[in-house]
């Protein structure tokens, strides 16, 4: 009998977006309901290193991340396997001399180089890095766009990891989901002096879910649907254009007021979502000064569904930028330690 082990590992890098997905028009195949487009960290900062294998001695599927056992019977990462075994399933029907890796069971064991409770976007390097390792384990010649599908259905924004650089998510209109699949803007050599400063304001955990957080959002808020149906699309174009044009300018401005877009329809939201706090809204203002000096858009914040900061800027401005950060939260209180750390993240070609 077949007693081997079949293994293969792969590594997905970080994804920040500029503009946000925030809301699903389908929940079970995380379809959102506006487009999105982010920017891949480079993968010797924050990343996800993933081995998956696969042999008839397993008696179960398994997943490890940074050495705890996970719970795999979610909905989510079992739409994953099962996307994942039926692509598989194809190939062995093709290719009767392949071994039936579809049937045995998966033991997928993950890393994070980033401590994953820093509220960090640790479930869109995961999944990318799942789905992948999955895929390069039963070698299918699936493209990354073909992998956004899958991983997307894990969590919405691991469809963008799947790419490096600048990447859009489109919606997609089919109900099946077939056509909401990432896409790349531009490769990261096309404008490789971007660089990220993150400022880990608080290590805890999400207060609102960004599931629970979305469909009461779509629910309640008034604000939504013009985000969505207007907002959102015109700033997609100014947003692909900005990258396409190296135009920081406009990249930092639409970041800027793309993030307070969503945080806005999330504190419309009821009852209202508090993502950020003080020590978020007092980086904005640090923002605004680097910027009013310098009489030109040079950092641009941007928050997820938690209070950290990600501030962008080109690697010219690093001194202006990532130096004044550094030396704030050195020397003030209140910026030390777990209150706010910094995790300096460069972009870079990949
Ligand atoms: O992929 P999810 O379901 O964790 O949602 C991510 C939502 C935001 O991070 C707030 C925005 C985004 O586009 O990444």
């Known amino acids: 009998a077949d007693n081997k082990i079949y293994r293969a590992s792969t590594t997905a890098p970080v994804n920040i977006a500029v503009i946000k997905y925030w809301g699903k028009r389908d929940p079970k195949l995380n379809l959102p309901t506006n487009s999105s487009l982010s920017v891949t960290l480079s993968q010797s900062d924050l990343r996800t290193h993933t081995t998956a294998s696969c042999s008839p001695k397993y008696t179960c599927d398994s997943l490890l991340l940074n050495g705890s056992p996970q719970d795999v019977s979610g909905a989510r990462t079992q739409a994953c396997f099962r996307e994942l075994r039926a692509l598989r399933k194809k190939l062995e029907a093709e290719n009767f001399s392949l071994p039936p890796l579809s049937t045995y069971p998966l033991k997928i064991v993950s890393e994070n180089n980033f401590p994953t409770a820093a509220g960090l976007a640790s479930s869109a390097a995961g999944f990318a890095a799942l789905v992948?390792?999955?895929?390069?384990?039963?070698?299918?010649?699936?493209?990354?766009?073909?992998?956004?599908?899958?991983?997307?259905?894990?969590s919405g924004s691991a469809c963008r990891s799947l790419f490096g650089g600048y990447v859009g998510w489109d919606k997609g209109t089919a109900v099946d989901g077939s056509d909401s699949v990432a896409f790349e803007v531009a490769p990261a050599s096309h404008w490789p002096n971007m660089r990220a400063v993150i400022l880990v304001v608080s290590a805890a955990k999400k207060g609102v879910s960004s599931t629970t957080g979305m469909q009461t959002t779509v629910a309640t808020s008034s604000l939504f649907p013009a985000r969505a149906n207007e907002t959102v699309p015109k700033r997609m174009k100014e947003m692909e254009n900005a990258i396409k044009n190296k135009d920081f300018e406009t990249?930092?401005?639409?970041?800027?007021?793309?993030?307070?877009?969503?945080?806005?329809?999330?504190?419309?939201?009821?009852?209202?979502?508090?993502?950020?706090?003080?020590?978020s809204r007092a980086a904005i203002k640090i923002v605004e000064g680097i910027n009013c000096a310098a009489g030109k858009t040079i950092a641009a914040y941007t928050f997820d569904a938690g209070p950290n900061a990600v501030i962008y800027y080109l690697e010219e401005h690093e001194n202006e930028v990532a130096g004044l950060f550094k030396a704030m939260m050195g020397e003030k209180e209140g910026w030390e330690g777990a209150r706010g750390k910094a995790v300096q993240a460069n972009h870079e070609a990949m």
């Open 251 to 279: 990249f930092g401005k639409v970041t800027m007021r793309d993030s307070n877009s969503f945080h806005a329809t999330c504190l419309d939201t009821e009852p209202p979502i508090f993502y950020l706090n003080d020590v």
């Open 132 to 154: 992948r390792a999955i895929a390069n384990l039963y070698e299918l010649p699936s493209t990354p766009t073909e992998l956004s599908k899958i991983a997307r259905q894990g």
